[in-house]
């Protein structure tokens, strides 16, 4: 008549798992690799968008959204990875 509680955790997205967990599951076995990428990343599009925005192109500033999303998934797949290790 009512539905029953289950102790079943609901399936997520593809999407949800890549922004839960940082990143995508190749990425969780060797973590801090990943993360000295993503920061490399970080640098060279923080560099490339202040060189587009010097020249006059304004939609270089969109590139500093590229360098956030990489420096926030990276701290989430290091503050992830330590978790798991505790």
Not at 21 to 36: D, E, I, T
Not at 39 to 54: E, H, K, M, Q
Not at 69 to 86: E, F, M, N, P, V
Request: net charge positive; aromatic share 14%; charged share 15%.
């Amino acid at each position: 008549m009512y539905a029953q509680p289950s102790n079943t955790i609901p399936a997520r997205s593809g999407f949800q798992n890549y922004f839960a967990g940082g990143g995508w599951p190749f990425q969780r076995r060797h973590p801090q690799a990943w993360v000295a990428v993503r920061a490399l990343a970080v640098v060279l599009f923080i560099t490339l968008g202040t060189i587009l925005c010097s020249r006059g192109y304004e939609w270089g500033a969109l590139v500093y959204l590229a360098a956030a999303k990489d420096l926030g998934l990276g701290y989430r797949l290091l503050k992830t990875s330590r978790a798991r290790q505790h």
